[in-house]
């Protein structure tokens, strides 16, 4: 697979920068099919996704209860690096994770936390309570997940969340424009 | 159409979060990848990039000891010992505008958003395997062309001044069809 030897560049030298063009080291890798011959590697992906979607709850309720966790060190012993770095991380990986694991809302409850976190001035004086009831929130949206009804109070639950952190984050950015214009703006993230 | 033989790609996958890996995993065995190395912080991951060689790597941004766009930096040296040009597809939560330009600015390949999708995921693959961009060097950057169209109604700065333009035709030649293994 790996390559024994050197590719064959190409380099065109300009004014201020060279583009530098090489073989398409992958070429061999693609094949161009008929339509008849189509193998949709997109379902066979998504069919293994389903499989594993066994363990998703069991992972969800163990990012949940690493957050819980990082949070318990920060109410108890206030925050430092190691601290804020672990509830960061527990967070994030919620934030990005939830969704996959069926638990969209979760994701949004994280990522408000996570803003709080990246962009307050001072986490030390960060109301705790913000902080708690976004960890609350959380476990509550994943341990009430399969109850019915619950999608409803779970999607305003983030809602409300997301707009008293972006409230508290635009208050105490006013002179740090570069962290307002991260708060203000949307994402641009290529869609699929 | 196109369609990708998997089984002649080697994947690295650079992400802390082991429930993340496991689905990047499962993702690419399903696509039909044989070789499929994982790493769960930034340092591990510099290692394993320079032992197996990836075709592709896959980097989360946030991770330990140093994070996807550090790892993306260090790969991105055109004297490294490594391969700089590798694809790299950056996995992550971070979706702001100043993220996405300083990831962008590091030499990353493709931008890939959390929630993952078998098809977003399948679509960076594809895109990189059939549509491989050329790499420009400049004193401040070097990394995969960052002018994915032309535009005529583009007014933004220019940054490249035009030139007498020479070729440098280097010796050797990759083709992974005929490259021993």
């Not at chain 1, 990986?93 to 979760?106: E, R, S, V």
């Not at chain 1, 399969?146 to 409230?167: I, P």
């Not at chain 2, 960076?124 to 950057?141: A, G, M, Q, S, W």
């Amino acid at each position: 697979m790996a390559a024994k030897t050197p590719p064959k560049l190409s380099v065109e030298t300009f004014g201020d920068h060279q583009i530098i063009t090489q073989p398409n080291p992958l070429r061999s890798a693609v094949r161009r099919v008929g339509d008849a011959q189509q193998d949709d590697a997109v379902a066979r992906a998504e069919q293994a996704l389903k499989q594993l979607s066994d363990q998703f709850d069991d992972w969800m309720t163990s990012e949940c209860d690493r957050l819980a966790a990082a949070f318990v060190r920060v109410s108890t012993g206030g925050f430092d690096t190691a601290t804020q770095d672990e509830l960061f991380r527990a967070a994030h990986d919620i934030k990005g994770g939830a969704a996959t694991f069926g638990y969209p809302l979760a994701a949004a409850a994280a990522e408000s936390l996570c803003r709080i976190i990246e962009h307050a001035p001072s986490l030390t004086e960060v109301p705790l309570d913000l902080i708690k009831h976004h960890v609350d929130a959380i476990q509550a949206i994943v341990r009430e997940h399969r109850k019915l009804g619950v999608t409803t109070t779970a999607a305003e639950l983030s809602a409300r969340l997301r707009g008293v952190a972006d409230t508290y984050l635009a208050a105490v950015n006013q002179d740090r424009p570069e962290h307002l214009e991260i708060i203000l703006s949307p994402s641009i993230a290529p869609a699929d | 159409m196109y369609s990708i033989d998997f089984n002649k790609l080697r994947f690295l996958i650079s992400d802390d979060n082991a429930h993340m890996r496991r689905i990047l995993r499962t993702l690419l065995h399903s696509f039909g990848a044989r070789e499929v190395n994982e790493a769960e912080d930034g340092a591990t991951a510099l290692e394993m990039f320079i032992h197996y060689v990836p075709d592709i790597l896959i980097t989360d941004w946030a991770m330990p000891i140093f994070d996807g766009i550090e790892l993306t930096q260090m790969i991105r040296q055109p004297n490294g010992s490594g391969n700089p040009f590798v694809p790299i597809i950056l996995l992550t939560g971070h979706c702001d505008k100043r993220r996405v330009m300083t990831a962008r600015d590091a030499g990353v390949t493709e931008f890939l958003a959390k929630p993952i999708s078998a098809k977003a995921l399948y679509q960076r693959i594809l895109n990189i395997v059939v549509n491989p961009r050329p790499f420009i060097r400049t004193k401040i950057y070097f990394g995969p062309d960052r002018r994915r169209n032309t535009s005529n109604t583009y007014i933004g700065p220019e940054r490249r001044n035009n030139g007498q333009a020479e070729i440098i035709q280097q010796p050797a030649l990759l083709d992974k069809a005929r490259a021993p293994r």
